[in-house]
């Protein structure tokens, strides 16, 4: 089946023939933020996305709460009774997939549905940017490109390695300047009728929710639109270990992707595992083979380049990191994927 007009209901300012006056009706969008344990972010979070365009006032906001106990459900309270169309809901799923759908399920006559992450700063009028691209472009989903930003040294390099195609593989919504059709992305806005044919996201997914729930709209015929005026800033890990376990799930949950839908990984999903393999095997026969040294060299010289680029580019000892932050990135997720493909299915 194929889709690509989402049916929303549409105003425009004054002439309906222009496409670039489009507008989504507020009463149109829903807004889903799942959350846990979000206490010194939510509440930032809910300010910026009420900022920058009155129709907000009339756009539902529901956070669905996966059983924080940090105090969060306390700022939730306030918040409710700050703005009238803002309210949360619990989600006893926890994860961030269950939340999304749980607010999905509660759609009344809205037929756009915005996802929003408690732990960021959105820009003045993000919310109905995106609603409104979605409509212009009438399209099942409507994605954004992130630029990372870092405050600490390690946060700062693993920033700017991780929007290259070093760090990336080449991903169009990381640090991506060009608006165009993609078949995944940052998810932002989603046309709720496509959202709920195809089942919305898998509940079951704790990572990679959203590249699973674009190959299944892929499928569906639906088309996924990458709009490069609506950026998102955000900060990576900070450390070493949080960077490590980030990737090791992100290899986890592409990995269960690829054995739910039996597709084949692309190549740049694939350079960390051969990478890895390439990697354990030379320091293997290396002592006995000497000529296996060039496997490892060329990989710590193309790190060192990295860091050695990025370290003139920003100007910045700090980009010193850059290479041993991809290096962590690569084989972390590496091992997350080979640990999940080799777990039994259940």
């Not at 408690?118 to 399209?139: C, E, F, K, N, W």
């Not at 990576?236 to 690829?258: C, D, E």
Request: with cysteine; charged share 20%.
């Amino acid at each position: 089946m194929s889709t690509g007009s989402p049916h929303l209901r549409l105003v425009t300012n004054n002439d309906v023939s222009s496409m670039a006056k489009l507008r989504a009706d507020a009463r149109d969008i829903l807004v889903a933020i799942p959350v846990l344990n979000e206490l010194n972010h939510i509440e930032a979070c809910v300010e910026s996305l009420m900022q920058g365009d009155e129709r907000l006032s009339e756009v539902r906001f529901v956070v669905a709460d996966g059983g924080s106990t940090d105090g969060t459900r306390d700022i939730l309270d306030i918040l409710s009774a700050r703005y009238p169309n803002f309210s949360w809901i619990d989600n006893p799923g926890r994860l961030q997939s269950a939340g999304v759908n749980a607010v999905a399920a509660m759609a009344r006559h809205e037929s756009v549905l915005v996802r929003c992450d408690a732990h960021s700063i959105y820009p003045p009028g993000y919310v109905t940017q995106v609603a409104d691209a979605l409509v212009r472009r009438q399209v099942a989903s409507l994605v954004v490109p992130m630029d990372a930003v870092g405050d600490g040294c390690f946060q700062k390099a693993n920033a700017w390695v991780v929007d290259t195609p070093l760090g990336s593989g080449g991903s169009a919504h990381r640090g991506g300047q060009e608006s165009k059709y993609v078949d995944h992305g940052h998810h932002a806005g989603f046309d709720l009728s496509v959202f709920r044919a195809v089942s919305g996201y898998d509940p079951g997914f704790s990572h990679n929710e959203d590249a699973e729930y674009d190959t299944r709209v892929g499928r569906f015929g639906g088309r996924i639109y990458l709009d490069a005026d609506i950026r998102l800033a955000y900060k990576p890990r900070a450390t070493p270990w949080a960077l490590a376990r980030q990737y090791f799930n992100y290899g986890k949950g592409r990995a269960r992707t690829i054995r739910k839908h039996n597709i084949r990984p692309r190549p740049r999903q694939m350079f960390p595992v051969l990478n890895l393999f390439a990697q354990l095997g030379s320091f293997a026969l290396a002592p006995v083979l000497p000529v296996w040294w060039v496997c490892p060299v060329f990989y710590g010289a193309i790190l060192l380049g990295a860091s050695a680029y990025l370290t003139m580019k920003h100007r910045s000892l700090c980009g010193l990191m850059a290479g041993p932050a991809a290096a962590i990135m690569h084989v972390s997720w590496a091992l997350g994927l080979c640990r999940q493909v080799l777990r039994p299915k259940r």
